[in-house]
């Protein structure tokens, strides 16, 4: 039982040179591979079930013996007739038929070898648990891998090495290299949350559109904005570039900047700094209101000349950028705030009296509390983006003389992420209790802060290894445009009006039929 077929072990038999009697007497060879049921049934497929017993335990071995030495046996005489006949012939001869009777019984012996199947396992075969065990190994040492991959250049990197690659004073290698100055990743983010305070800023139900003909927010005062906007931040960025150097060409996510590949003169980044300051605060205090490009001004000193300071004398430095991150949603809710205000500049007071006035009722009035939650979304936001954008460069950061929080005390920086990524769930449902946003935010939000969360989680309970740092980063990236998205789209009232506008309100239906009826 369980043997193979005799015409499929008959085919692994070289026939060419093993004779008939061989050939049977190989076919009647046990299977040592494959077991029996029983013993007794194990013996009888060994045996070929007429042997006894006694017979087979006395001679197996003989019975082998016998079946490897059939051949030579029964071809000795022939083997002998053919070695005196090639003997007579010459020695090239000779040795071409030794080889030639080599090869014969090498390939007798494979013969026997085939038809005897092996106990032992391949080598090429691995039992289940150990593959398990290499797979497991294999995917953490990949991801430990990705995980010390190095972050992605910056736009300032990016565009340095696509100035540098173009032709000498043309007009791409200067457009690159201002661009680069400003930092245009980092501008287009904060441009962003000031735009998107604008755009969250509730109108007030007099001064809707559906009360007036005229837009209820200025596109104007928009573009004004974002224009100051973008130009006090590329001040602010050029400042910081310029004040360290010596310490960016230490670091390899800064080592590419223009200022450190030699691309452009300190003389002209001061001049294009001091040039986009005063045009940008300029741009934002007659477009939009004093109040708005006095912000901005203080953003671009707390950055420049505050933030770039405290880098190398405490870790304190990253609750400063904080407050600097936190600064432009207040700058797009005063925007948009001006537009409803009641205030009045008074001939007989001072300027600085008319901007306190003006600054008071925008910033520290109860309509400014919308403002004030946002700029905490992004205070907190700050924390666990930073942490883990700097920890896969704490040592750099310590090589080049910062005193960043990663460098000195991960799980104190790990943490700190932590603790303010829980705070984005009650700022979200205070967006909601205040009016700014429909209830269903509270609902679409939640799983985007659920993701920081989870990942800040990860930072903290791994101290920043396995990956969770990079993990959180990318997390980090996309939580905060989505958040602001989600909000701008959930304003209060927004999804109402467009469902309005787009199915039709049924007591505007109502009255027109009856001003129709009236009619006839």
Known sequence: MFRPSTLARLHAIPLDDVCITCARRILRLPRVGQRGFTRSTRIKQIAGGKIERSYFWQNASREQRLDERSYFWQNAFRDQRMEAAQAEGEDAVGVAASSTQERKAQSR????????????????????????????????????????????LDASAQLSEAASAAPARSLRRTINTYLSLSKPRLAFLIVLTSTAAYSIYPVPALLSTSATAAPSLSTLTLAFLTTGTFLTVASANTLNMLFEPSHDAKMSRTRNRPLVRGLISKRSALLFAIATGVLGTGTLWYGVNPTTSLLGASNVVLYSFIYTGLKRLHPINTWI??????????????????????????????????????????????????GWLLAALLFAWQFPHFFALSHAIRHEYAAAGYTMLTSTNIPMAARVSFRYSLLMFPICILLTTEGLTDPVFVLASTGVNAWMVKEAWGFWRKNGEQGSARRLFWASVWHLPGVLVLAMVFKKGLVGRVWRGVVGDEEDEWEEDNAAARGM
């Open 321 to 370: 950028g904080a407050i600097v991150g936190a600064i432009p949603p207040l700058m797009g809710w005063c925007a948009a705030a001006s537009q409803y205000s009641t205030f009045a500049p008074s001939s007989s007071a001072t300027a600085l009296q008319n901007l306190w006035a003006e600054s008071r009722e925008l910033l520290f009035t109860e309509q400014a509390i919308g």
């Open 109 to 152: 012996t494979a013969s026997i070898a085939t038809a005897i199947p092996s106990t032992a396992l391949p080598i090429t075969e691995e039992p289940p648990h150990r593959r398990r065990k290499r797979l497991k190994e294999e995917a953490k040492a990949a991801e430990e891998a990705a995980a010390d991959a190095p972050l992605p």
